[in-house]
């Protein structure tokens, strides 16, 4: 029987969800399975993945074949790279606990890779809430001045309109009380 490490579908439309499975090849895609090792989350950012790495490890050993996106995933989890490392123990090329401190030397790279990876994201993320916050300034500042125009504007129609109406009621005033002087 022919095994197969491959990936099987859950989710709704639009938003899958993944479990890998070891199944027979023959079976389809969604259907009968021998075990389940992990899931993949591919929605998440980075993609989440959920590995029993024993498990997967073994089956590798054992020889069953990984689809291509498997083997990616299987290979950022170091599966393969143990399995290499364990090669070379087999050969008698190093020994078991040189093969352990290699890969723990490996893990703890791409454990420090990933780390630099996403503080330079969050650093870009406020870099960019920074320069999004700094453009709304801008433009609060524009409509702010634009409003103190029209506003100066209106106060200064306001007064022009109520001076011309004080000086035509100071003459009529005036009138009255020249009127009273001649009699």
Do not use: C
């Not at 969800?17 to 027979?24: G, K, Q």
């Not at 992990?38 to 054992?62: I, M």
């Amino acid at each position: 029987m022919a095994t197969r490490i491959r990936l099987q579908r859950h989710g709704r439309k639009s938003y899958a969800f993944y479990s890998i499975v070891i199944a027979d090849s023959r079976a389809p895609r969604d259907g009968k399975f021998i075990e389940k090792i992990g899931t993949y989350n591919p929605n998440t950012n980075p993609a989440t993945v959920d590995l029993n790495f024993d498990a997967a490890l073994a089956w590798v050993l054992k020889g069953a074949q990984p689809s291509d996106t498997v083997r990616n995933i299987l290979s950022r989890e170091g599966v393969y790279m143990k399995k290499h490392l364990m090669g070379g123990v087999a050969k008698g090329a190093f020994g078991e606990a040189e093969a352990d401190a290699k890969f723990e030397a490996w893990k703890n790279n791409k454990q420090s890779g990933l780390a630099a990876l996403k503080a330079k994201q969050d650093e870009e993320k406020k870099a960019e809430a920074k320069a999004r916050l700094e453009a709304e300034k801008k433009i609060n500042e524009v409509k702010a001045k634009a409003l103190a125009e029209k506003k100066a504007a209106e106060a200064a129609e306001k007064a022009a309109a109520e001076a011309p109406a004080e000086e035509a009621a100071a003459p009529a005033e005036e009138a009255p009380a020249t009127e009273a002087a001649a009699e």
